[in-house]
């Protein structure tokens, strides 16, 4: 018979008393917490964004192939544009199809333009100054002189930029991301990418699902203040972990793939046919385009 | 004879066995249960009756033919065998890999080359068959692990091979998906569906299986019979890890007995 016996230390309570609240506590939030809070945010957003897919607005009507052609068509457009009018013009565009989309435009601000400064901006700085951009003085700071020509250059590249980044954030808010990969499909991306791009991205949420829980777990038997060294161990040892983890995983997935016939090339269904709305949008978009080559022109 | 495998040896890369010595067939229609503790080798077995692990002794015929590496080669071959075999794995996560749940059930007779329109009206047929239609638009991440399970048999379903490889069907799951699982699964097999199961779970032995095999912690079959024979075998249970000995107190009184976690006769059996 097979019974078992506790250890004396296991049948006894050990007595703790939590601690009082104290006021003035200091913020103890690690790198970890941040990193995950990070992770979960960017979870939520992925699945967030899917929301203004939802909504009935003029680019999710589209079909997602003539709204992928279409936005090329813009982001062409923004690349020939050399006029600051030109740009501002096509940045309003695509507020307006925001708008048309229903889109919050808080929303789509915020998407479009806190990265703009932030890369940018940094970017094409030293442009104004004229050892970069000589021209007409506008303004000395210094020995250092700004120079219209290099506002110019720089504001130009910010509007291309903000326009170009428009128009692809309306695409991706606007088309739930399968549909978007079935337009890859319809436009003759290799299947072998598109496959990849769909599991990559549907495998990603698991396994950051399954870091949020090592992390939890870890967390609720941690007793005491852990050395920022411990948690870098922790984390390097977490990612070996993942690692083998997904490796087995993609086998395992290979496996299930082989099971229902997959032979090395997936086979998808065709694609329907085109609306009234994707044709019109489509031949806007082209006209748009065209009209921008024009005007540089002139 | 839908399988038939004799003295199959396998072995995991590291060197473990996981099968040894192992024989059994199953006929066509037959309702077969594989039942074992965990690491018995339940799920090599299946695989290895998928043609997706192959035995490094012994030989696995299924409809008739020898089923190897070579011949899953052939197109014409492996796109037949697939076709005529379905495998649910065990975690829904790996078998659910599309982007959404329709793209999921779609992907098998999309991939045995079915028209497109028989695609679609099979999708629609299976996810309504399955009260899961209302899914067909989510994410596979969002779903719960009994959706996830329905799909996954959805998945398989949806290009209606004639023989159902389920790993641990109900394992995770709570109690009302647990017995849809098994009223589909009987149902499947009254349809005419030959059904092989792996499983632990002594609950549902009796409703999904006539024959079963007992793998034991060995890696061997150690025993084939009907689940009335089996389960009432106390000695051939607790030698496969499927019940064990457990003492507890009645009032005053401590006493051991043999213990199975089955739902129809817990505590009734030693009284």
């Known amino acids: 018979m097979n019974t078992r016996t506790l250890p004396d230390w296991l049948t006894k ?45 003029l680019l999710q009507a589209m079909d997602a192939r003539f709204k992928l052609i279409s936005v090329l068509a813009l982001l062409l457009a923004a690349g020939f544009a050399h006029s600051i009018g030109l740009l501002i ?62 506002v110019k250059a720089a504001f130009m590249i910010i509007a291309r930029v903000g326009a170009s980044v428009s128009f692809a954030v309306l695409l991706v808010l ?13 436009l003759y991306i290799p299947q072998t990418f598109i496959l990849t791009t769909e599991m990559t991205y549907r495998y990603i949420f698991l396994l950051l699902r399954i870091v949020d829980d090592m992390h939890l777990a870890r967390k609720s038997r941690v007793l005491q203040r852990t050395s920022g060294s411990e948690n870098r161990d922790w984390i390097a040892s977490r990612i070996g972990v993942l690692l083998k983890k997904s ?18 090339e997936a086979r998808t269904l065709q694609p329907g046919k085109a609306g009234i709305a994707d044709l019109g949008v489509l031949s806007f978009s082209l006209l748009v385009l065209v009209a921008v080559i024009i005007l540089n022109w002139y | ?90 975690n829904p996560d790996v078998q659910l890999f599309s982007s959404t749940v329709w793209d999921e059930v779609a992907f098998g007779p999309l991939q045995i080359g079915l028209p497109q329109e028989e ?78 199961i792996a499983t632990h779970d002594l609950n549902i032995v009796q409703e999904i299986a006539e024959r079963i095999y007992v793998l034991g912690e060995e890696h061997k079959v150690i025993a084939e019979g009907n689940p009335a024979h089996i389960l009432q075998d106390e000695e051939l249970l607790i030698k496969g890890n499927l019940a064990h000995f457990h003492v507890h107190r009645h009032g005053s009184i401590i006493h051991a007995h043999s213990h199975q976690h089955t739902a129809h006769d817990h505590h009734d059996q030693h009284r």
């Open chain 1, 247 to 264: 490796q087995g995983l993609s086998e395992h997935v290979y496996l299930a793939m082989l099971s229902r016939g997959y032979t090395g």
């Open chain 2, 1 to 90: 004879m839908i399988f038939e495998i004799k003295d199959v040896i396998y072995s995991y890369s590291d060197g473990s066995e996981a099968l040894d010595q192992v024989s059994m067939h199953v006929q066509n229609g037959e309702k077969v249960a594989i039942l074992g503790a965990n690491g018995s080798g339940k799920s090599t077995l299946l695989h290895i009756l998928d043609g997706l692990y192959f035995p490094e002794h012994g030989h696995v015929h299924a409809f008739g033919e020898l089923l190897t590496e070579e011949r899953l080669r052939e197109p014409g071959f492996s796109q037949a065998f697939r076709r005529r075999v379905g495998f649910v794995f065990q």
């Open chain 1, 13 to 57: 309570t050990e007595q703790f008393t939590l601690p009082k609240l104290q006021t003035k506590q200091r913020k103890t939030d690690g790198f970890i917490e941040k990193t995950l809070a990070g992770i979960s945010t960017i979870i939520e957003e992925a699945v967030f964004s899917q929301k203004y897919a939802n909504l009935p607005g």
């Open chain 1, 174 to 186: 606007t088309t739930k991301w399968q549909n978007l990969m079935r337009a890859l499909r319809a």
């Open chain 2, 119 to 196: 695609v679609v009206e099979r999708v629609e047929d299976v996810l309504g068959m399955l009260g899961i239609a209302k899914l067909s638009k989510r994410h596979p991440y969002n779903l719960s692990d009994g959706e996830k399970k329905k799909v996954a048999i959805a998945s398989v379903l949806s290009y209606n091979p004639e023989v159902l490889l389920l790993d641990e069907p109900t394992a995770g799951l709570d109690p009302k998906t647990q017995a849809w699982v098994v009223d589909c699964i009987i149902e499947l097999n009254q349809a005419g569906k030959t059904t092989v």
């Open chain 1, 89 to 150: 013009a096509l940045n309003v565009l695509a507020l307006l199809m925001a708008l048309a989309s229903r889109i919050p435009l808080t929303v789509f601000i915020r998407r479009v333009w806190f990265f703009i400064p932030l890369y940018t901006g940094i970017v094409v700085f030293p442009a104004i100054f004229s050892f970069i951009t000589p021209g007409k003085p506008l303004l000395s700071i210094g020995s250092a002189i700004i120079t219209e020509q290099g």
